[in-house]
């Protein structure tokens, strides 16, 4: 078991260039979580997904964002016309349910805006 | 979601006990104790989860008194692998929200 794999480990991007951000989940894993994290600050948690769903987006910024996970395939984080506020350590999880146990979290997608 | 305040750093020397305190005073009744560890460059890893009294694993344990208000981790015989980031959060059984709080954290440095 591979656990959580997030490609690519770093994404450079230009202003104004569009990043998307890939997590495959554990296997057997059906609920995914998508978190940010600042550089010496704490997670913060952007959206949570099940296969097709978002379950909770209360952590998303309005605008630029937007998250899937498709019946087949990776969950994907998209951000449009990144700016560089955008930098930053995008860290995966997966879990066998939305409570019980841990949260199994991948080695996340370091993004960098130039 | 109940917020958790833990201690911002602490030092220790390798070969002794670390006991890292969260503070949830508005815990509901029914959320869970979940601990993480996190390195640099790295996503967090769960260490060890509990509800009440103490929970034990192969790396820590876990120590709730009876009104829940508080947690402590404990770490047995640290060594400077263990240098770490330690995240305290709590977390309720069911509904839609899946998602975890993770506050800044407990910075532990471990010395020779």
């Known amino acids: 078991n591979a656990g959580v794999m997030q490609n690519p480990r770093h994404l450079v991007r230009r202003r104004g260039q569009e990043a998307r951000l890939r997590c495959s989940p554990m296997k057997g894993h059906s609920h995914v979580y998508w978190y940010r994290q600042l550089p010496e600050e704490g997670l913060k948690f952007m959206v949570y997904?099940?296969?097709?769903?978002?379950?909770?987006e209360s952590g998303m910024p309005k605008e630029r964002f937007s998250a899937e996970f498709p019946k087949e395939g990776p969950s994907i984080l998209r951000i449009q016309q990144v700016v560089r506020g955008d930098s930053a350590a995008y860290f995966c999880?997966?879990?066998?349910?939305?409570?019980?146990?841990?949260?199994?979290f991948g080695s996340g997608t370091r993004l960098t805006v130039v | 979601l109940a917020k958790t305040t833990q201690p911002i750093s602490m030092d220790s020397y390798e070969g002794q006990e670390v006991n890292i305190t969260c503070s949830h005073n508005n815990i509901a009744t029914n959320d869970y104790i979940t601990w993480y560890q996190q390195f640099p460059s790295q996503g967090p890893r769960f260490i060890i989860q509990g509800y009440k009294t103490k929970v034990t694993n192969e790396v820590a344990s876990l120590f709730i008194p009876a009104d829940r208000k508080s947690s402590t981790l404990s770490l047995p015989r640290v060594s400077l692998s263990d240098t770490a980031v330690y995240y305290c959060?709590?977390?309720?059984?069911?509904?839609?929200?899946?998602?975890?709080?993770f506050g800044k954290g407990t910075k532990l440095s471990v010395k020779p």
């Open positions: 999880a997966s879990s066998l349910d939305s409570f019980l146990g841990g949260y199994t």
């Open positions: 959060l709590v977390k309720g059984y069911g509904g839609s929200q899946g998602n975890l709080i």
């Open positions: 997904l099940q296969k097709e769903n978002i379950i909770d």
